[in-house]
T-cell receptor
């Protein structure tokens, strides 16, 4: 069974901090995704990665960056956290010919104070 | 880009009745339409998907229908059970495009 693990379920940070959200998958999937989920807005794609060191911007990349140094790990970075980045963040993965998320992590609920 | 609208936003049904959720999309190039279920406090799960070369797909009590001409697709849940209570998201995009566009979600409550 595919496992997508996000390092934290809940995280509280302060405005201006640099925040790292980590995601690891154990199925050797090529594709990994970061979404944010807000009430009434569904899921919105922040970044997508189709291979190590490869990334593509999603619909809302502003204020975020990503890192994929190893195939199994995809990190989301908030360069300087702001209160409007308070949200639920979901990581997902899929196998190589599927460009849509198949397996999600449990999510990280991030609060920026 | 693709714009997906989902209705209704909330749906309450009696156990054993059917539930129907409808989504419309704007981009005629979209050809992949997945549905995700998210139970309270849990991760979204892909429950069924359909590609534009078929009009209907079934999996036990769940079915999805697609009308390409009208650009809408629907999720049908028959003989609803309490464990069907969740938020359901529809989505759409062209198969080779990673930017999947999601609907806002429908909160389904099955009353015992």
């Amino acid at each position: 069974d595919v496992k997508v693990t996000q390092s934290s379920r809940y995280l509280v940070k302060r405005t201006g901090e640099k925040v790292f959200l980590e995601c690891v998958q154990d199925m050797d999937h090529e594709n990994m995704f970061w979404y944010r989920q807000d009430p009434g807005l569904g899921l919105r794609l922040i970044y997508f990665s189709y291979d190590v060191k490869m990334k593509e911007k999603g619909d809302i990349p502003e204020g975020y960056s990503v890192s994929r140094e190893k195939k199994e790990r995809f990190s989301l970075i908030l360069e300087s956290a702001s209160t409007n980045q308070t949200s639920m963040y979901l990581c997902a993965s899929s196998w190589d010919s599927r460009y849509q998320p198949q397996h999600f992590g449990d999510g990280t609920r991030l609060s920026i104070l | 880009g693709e714009n997906v609208e989902q209705h209704p936003s909330t749906l309450s049904v009696q156990e054993g009745d059917s539930a129907v959720i409808k989504c419309t999309y704007s981009d005629s190039a979209s050809n992949y339409f997945p549905w995700y279920k998210q139970e309270l406090g849990k991760r979204p799960q892909l429950i069924i998907d359909i590609r534009s070369n078929v009009g209907e797909k079934k999996d036990q009590r769940i079915a999805v229908t697609l009308n390409k001409t009208a650009k809408h697709f629907s999720l049908h849940i028959t003989e609803t059970q309490p464990e069907d209570s969740a938020v359901y998201f529809c989505a759409a995009n062209p198969l080779n495009d990673y930017k999947l566009s999601f609907g806002a979600g429908t909160t389904v409550t099955v009353r015992a």
